[in-house]
C-alpha cells in the first residue's frame, strides 16, 4: 500500500494563501496519477485536482484559477497551491491516487476564517 502525509494547512483570513504539500512512500513519477480530495462537514468528500504521470493537471471548478497542483522538485511529494482563500474552501484536504485508492490519511485542517 502506498502512504501518503498530508502538511502545511492553517488558520487563514479571507484571501489570504497557503501551501500544502503530500509526501508519498514511492516516487510520484510511478503513480498515473496523483489527486488532491477536500472534505468538508456534512459534505462529501470531493477531488479537486489531478496531476498525471505525463506532467497534465486538472482541476475542478470549484478551484480553478485559484488552485494549483504541482510536482516538487522532491521527486516524492506533490504541492498545491492555494491562492485567493474563501470560507467555503475551509475543509480537511487530503491526497491519494484517483484510480488506485489507498487508504486515506490523516489530512491536513485548512480553515478560511471571513
Known amino acids: 500500500q502506498v502512504q501518503f502525509v498530508e502538511s502545511g494547512g492553517g488558520l487563514v483570513h479571507s484571501g489570504e494563501s497557503l501551501r500544502l504539500s503530500c509526501v508519498a512512500s514511492?516516487?510520484?513519477?510511478?503513480?498515473?496519477?496523483v489527486g488532491w480530495y477536500r472534505q468538508a462537514p456534512g459534505k462529501q468528500r470531493e477531488l479537486i485536482a489531478r496531476?498525471?504521470?505525463?506532467?497534465?493537471?486538472h482541476h475542478a471548478d470549484s478551484v480553478r484559477g485559484r488552485f494549483t497542483i504541482s510536482r516538487d522538485n522532491d521527486e516524492n511529494t506533490v504541492l498545491l497551491q492555494m491562492n485567493s482563500l474563501k470560507p467555503e474552501d475551509t475543509a480537511v484536504y487530503y491526497c491519494n491516487q484517483p484510480y488506485a485508492q489507498q487508504y486515506w490519511g490523516q489530512g491536513t485542517q485548512v480553515t478560511v476564517s471571513a
Open positions: 514511492v516516487t510520484i513519477d510511478s503513480m498515473l496519477a
Open positions: 496531476i498525471f504521470r505525463d506532467g497534465n493537471t
